[in-house]
Every structure is written in structure tokens, then in C-alpha cells.
């Protein structure tokens, strides 16, 4: 029970760090080089990367 509970708090405080830390980005035309390719992720994604990561199954996940 108190392993689920450090679980749900780590991934709440990923959620809520990339949630912030997207939402401070800013984007200045004529200075910034425009995004056109590459990896995006958002907050959903990286919490169910660090779950699995956390659950010790890397790749897959938990087999059920």
C-alpha cells in the first residue's frame, strides 16, 4: 500500500513537471529555428515511461 502511494506521487509530480515545463516554452519567430521534426512527448507519455521504467518491465510493460 505504501509503495503505491510513493507510485502515484512520483508520477503526479512527472505529470505536473513536464506539464510545466512545456507550458514555459515560447517560440519567437524570426529567432528560433522552426521544430519541424524530432521526438515530442507529452506529460501522459512520460508517466507511462517512468511507470513501466518503475515496474521494472522496460520495454513492454507488464505482461498481463
Avoid at 517560440?27 to 507511462?48: H, L
Amino acid at each position: 500500500m505504501v509503495e503505491e502511494n510513493k507510485l502515484e506521487q512520483i508520477l503526479k509530480l512527472v505529470d505536473e513537471y513536464i506539464t510545466e515545463k512545456h507550458a514555459s516554452q515560447v517560440w519567437t519567430p524570426g529567432e528560433d529555428w522552426v521544430r519541424y521534426a524530432g521526438p515530442y512527448f507529452d506529460s501522459q507519455e512520460y508517466v507511462k515511461s517512468i511507470e513501466s521504467l518503475l515496474s521494472e518491465w522496460l520495454v513492454l510493460g507488464q505482461m498481463l
